[in-house]
């Protein structure tokens, strides 16, 4: 107390001072210290978790599912859109970050393989190829898809194609038979707008995006054309571009007036609520046409190969496979993710879950029991028979595909010319390809 | 004042120091070094390029249609607020019947997150099976696209927007002319002054700075609009509500292009700063009588 009251004011001041700013600093060290190790502390003694990311559709809902039943393991799954589920992945990837143990990859494998963000399942897939049934797994989709310069980076969980769906009874009350060329899914779709009766004649997936591309390869390459030549060229600027952008604008005029913002999720309803007659749709979605609770047209759409250019001509529908890879940053046992990714892509789970997509177990798409139970297998199989492809796996391509199609959109709504737009669009994808070497100068 | 008195004062400005240096100038600063740098996500090496970047961005078609999109929105969307919200000032200012009711439903928009507002406004906007649409069908009118139609998309969001933002003016304009003082009111009535003078000539004036401030919050946030076009459109049909901030977005998050990002958010922040400067210099010349 008499050393207290001899200290001058100042320093009596300035300790108090000190004195909260010690706390203060130990309180926000403290704070961050316990956000921090939070995760640890919280780890210990408990299951390991296996963190999963993908985009949310019937197919792969039911796989997180499964996952999250595998004995002796924590599971928490995130499915959420597309675009917004490759966007998390790259920015956590891109900073080796282990929030994902196992993601779906699909379409991106390839970026996310050369980027070293993904862990090849080789060693493996030698180690439990007995255990997990290995060569019962499509080794065409494995070889083709699933891999990168050699190595296995994927499990395929899924196959699917676009089917033309159509409502039978509507055509048959019209007198019209499912369109099999591109002139007559037209004329089919002009006979069946009614729009006093919010009724139009088709749907189209026209957000920009994966959706709109998905739409756009089909058209393209039923015309003959692709997105690039085999020197890696970008050729969408072509005739067969031309038509397959003219053939999209003249169907939108039989579409939804807000068609331009239809993603897979808003195709889907509208077909499901009796808004539109026909369209390209996922096999994903064949099996919600049906069902009760969320469909008033049920037993009512029938599923076909999508139209041809011209009678005899090919259609070449889009396939998509899907592959589950493991994160190269996983801090999880490596031999537990990719027993969790395999056992739960089992022989049983598999021809339970057949109705939702193409099974990728040998045994179970053979299984006749199965194509006579799901009516579409047999479309999809007629699918892969027309040439049924997936889309170019270079990076570039999904990096660019919202620039791309925000210009090839313009040609739908008339802000540009057809030609215009697509010229637009190949220069977005041509400057992307220059920058990255592509082409030599 | 002492030094002594001036380091204590220094020593009590730390905390706070430290947490707007953390928050708000290293990410600022960071993010103007790194506007000089080719910073590719997928790539962690960064190189040196100078102004290559900002040469990027302004010679990029797609920054002055976005930059023209956000200022379209901005004066539209902001306009559009201030009638709106003067309008509902007033009209709660005069002795309407419910009046506290009233005043607490206006201020509910306010209270939801954008991106939850953008949600609600994305099914009301909606064609086929959306409010907005349905209750113009009662009225005999077959309404647009909107969210899918290039000519009321951005509409769309201008009217989205208005939705959430007019609750501010509406409160920041009825608290004004709560303030105002009754003489000159009095002395306007007993000159035979008419409802439209007196607000004109004695209201007005009064509110002049709460509207210039209006301007000035609404503004900068209506320049930086990101949530709503995020989840009603998208940026779409094609580029037409493709802001400046969505391609910043777009520029950083899909183009895994972090360098240019950098850059088109640094002149993003001059911009703004610029034509909040101007708005800042209309109300100080406001306060020193010069208008």
Redesign the interface.
Known sequence: MAYCKGRSF?SR??SV?LQW?CV?SMMLLAGFAALGLWPTVRAWGADPTIHYISHRFPMLEFWAKKMGEYPGIKFEGELIPF?QAL?KM??HL?QGAPTYDIMATDAFLSTFAE?GWLMPLDPLIAKFRQAVDWDDINPILVRDVCSYKGKVYGVPNLSISMFFFYRKDMLDAAGLKPPTTMDEWIATARALTK?DQ?QYGTTLT????DGFQNDFTYFLRTYGGDWYDKDWKVTIDSEAGVKALTTMKELMKYA???????HNDESTV?MQ?G?TAMGLLWQSRALAMDNPQASQVVGKVDFAVPPAATKGGRSVPRLSVGCYSISAFTKNDPDLVFQVLTKTLSKANMRESAGLATPTRLSVTRDPEVIQKFRFIRTASDNIQAGARIVPTNPEFS??M??VT??L??G??G?VTVPEALKRAQKVMADLMTEKGYYKK | MSR?QRR?RL??L??SMTVLVAILFYPLAYSIWLSFYNYY??VPRKSFVGLDNFRYVLEDS?FWEALSVTARFTGAAVALELVAGAAVALLLDSRIPCRRFVNTVVLLPMTITPAVAGLLMRWMF????GLVNYFLSLVGI?G???????AWALWSLVLADAWQNTPFVIVVLYAGLQSVPTEPLEAAMVDGATRTQTLTHVVFPFLRPLVLFVLIIRSMDAFRIFDQVFVM????????T?TITFYNY?MA????RMGRASALGVITLLILSVVIGFWIYLLYRREKGEW
Not at chain 1, 206 to 209: E, T
Not at chain 1, 256 to 262: I, Q, T, Y
Not at chain 2, 126 to 129: A, H, Q, T, Y
């Open positions: 100042m001041r300035r001072v700013l203060t675009d966007e790259q920015i891109s980027r729009p919010k026209l957000k920009a995006g939804p007036p807000n068609v331009l913002a239809f509208a609520q808004l990096e660019a919202l620039q925000q210009n959109q313009k739908l709504t802000e | 002594q204590d020593i009590f730390v905390p996500l997928p797609a909606e064609s086929n099976w077959r647009p696209g909107w969210t899918g139609d290039p459109t998208g940026g779409g049909p094609g580029t037409t493709q777009v998050f899909r183009l895994l």
